[in-house]
């Protein structure tokens, strides 16, 4: 399984910033791993037409539950699949701690998504507390079953699954490998569970501080198919490192 990276932005980057970014990566980018790159909706088709020049995949931060009508400031699926979309990421530990969406309204948004003909990556994991009362693979099977709950479209190619302990996000904490797997193999068994004929195939992301140091240590991993990067994939070089091309 070609290991797959993708860069979420977040809200980082001017129009300048973003065409100076695929100037570099695009001359050294040899598809060595497979790159997707989430940028702030107003860039998105300069990603999508950036990002066409080496096969890299743009999509969307968060959608609307909803594929059109009175709901201003939200953004369709299905408009962002018509302008070459490929992903979302939803569940993101922003988007549940910051704008308070709970595992109802994300599992809506993930059938929405799918209906609309987009990939999506389901994020989840748990925060310092709770991993420190064990309540980690509680907490993951909880946002799992419920995230995902009522997923008939789902399958092994439009699902991802990225496992970001709250705690290691932005803080440059990181869980050790060992720690990373130990959770990885832990819904790799809900996956399995919950969708028997393809849930081992989901690719299964680390998000956590992932950075070109640690990158590769992560990566060799069993149960650990990618990375969710922030900080460390807005510079070409740094991207372009934690997708092998140094």
Known sequence: MTKLIVANWKMNKNAKACFEFFDTFNAKYSSKREAWIAPQSIH????????????????????????SGA????????NAKELGTHFVILGHSERREIFKETSKTIAAK????????LKVIFCLGETLA??????????????LNQGLSDQSLATAD????????????????TATPAMAQEA???????????FPGFGE???????GSVKPDNVEELLAQKDIDGGL???????????LALCGDK
């Not at 950036?50 to 594929?67: E, F, P, Y």
């Not at 699902?159 to 904490?173: D, F, M, N, R, S």
């Open 44 to 67: 998105l088709n300069l990603v999508i037409n950036q990002g066409m020049k080496a096969n890299v995949k743009a999509g969307l931060q968060n959608c609307s539950d909803h594929t």
């Open 71 to 78: 709901f201003t400031g939200e953004i369709s699926p299905v």
């Open 110 to 117: 993930v059938k929405t998504a799918h209906q609309s003909d």
């Open 130 to 143: 709770e991993r420190e009362s064990g309540m980690t693979e509680t907490v993951l099977k909880d946002q």
């Open 158 to 173: 439009n699902l991802v699954v990225a496992y970001e302990p709250i705690w290691a996000i932005g803080t440059g904490k």
């Open 184 to 194: 990885h193999a832990f819904i790799r068994s809900i996956l399995k569970d919950k």
């Open 201 to 207: 195939k989901v690719r299964l992301l680390y998000g």
């Open 229 to 239: 990067v922030g900080g460390a994939s807005l510079k070409a070089n740094d991207f």
